[in-house]
């Protein structure tokens, strides 16, 4: 039995702590395959982004939008890591990941779309609303957000993650196309 107070835990059962702890508080202290999802599908989260998270490919921009909201919730840095554009994972601050999602609530995700850009499928925009609590009170943030599709698994586009690529370059995406064709507009 797990225990998620901090004492007096009944005899037999294993007290936790951390980044554990805030794990277990945000699915309802439940084993992960009797938990609703944090991504307000309301399916059970090992048939919805706990799929994603064991290594199964998101079958799209939105549902990998969505498995990326959850990795926050859950504290999931590497997952996070590994769904950015690849050749922008050197550049993320994985202990401000960590730090953020363990310093945070989080209160719920709203997709309100998601669409192709420019008529080409492997590229997707998503919008949506997360809102969180942390020391300094309650926060909502609004983005549309840049997805790209490469050997059939979709990363985000960070944008606050500086490349460098010419525009006469091989993307950066690994599309083979020029970066000024692919996704310069993104970043």
């Not at 037999?12 to 991504?39: D, F, H």
């Not at 995700?109 to 008529?119: D, R, T, W």
């Not at 926060?139 to 690529?165: C, L, M």
């Amino acid at each position: 039995m797990i225990c998620l107070t901090t004492n007096r835990c009944p005899t037999g059962s294993t007290p936790v702590s951390g980044p554990t702890r805030k794990i277990l508080e945000s699915i309802g202290g439940n084993p992960m395959s009797t938990s609703i999802c944090p991504c307000g599908s309301g399916n059970l989260l090992d048939a919805c982004c706990g799929h994603y998270h064991a290594g199964h490919p998101a079958p799209c921009a939105t549902a990998l939008m969505r498995s990326r909201y959850s990795a926050y919730v859950l504290g999931l840095v590497d997952y996070l890591v590994a769904t950015t554009l690849p050749a922008q994972q050197a550049g993320l601050d994985r202990n401000a990941i960590s730090a953020w999602s363990a310093q945070s609530t989080w209160l719920g995700l709203e997709v309100e779309s998601s669409e192709v850009f420019g008529g080409q499928p492997e590229h997707a925009f998503v919008t949506f609303t997360a809102r969180w609590h942390d020391s300094t009170g309650e926060h909502s943030h609004r983005e549309q957000s840049s997805f790209v599709q490469n050997d059939g698994r979709w990363y985000f586009i960070d944008p606050t993650v500086e490349v460098k690529a010419g525009r006469n370059d091989v993307c950066l995406c690994g599309s083979g196309q020029k970066f000024k064709k692919c996704c310069s507009s993104y970043l």
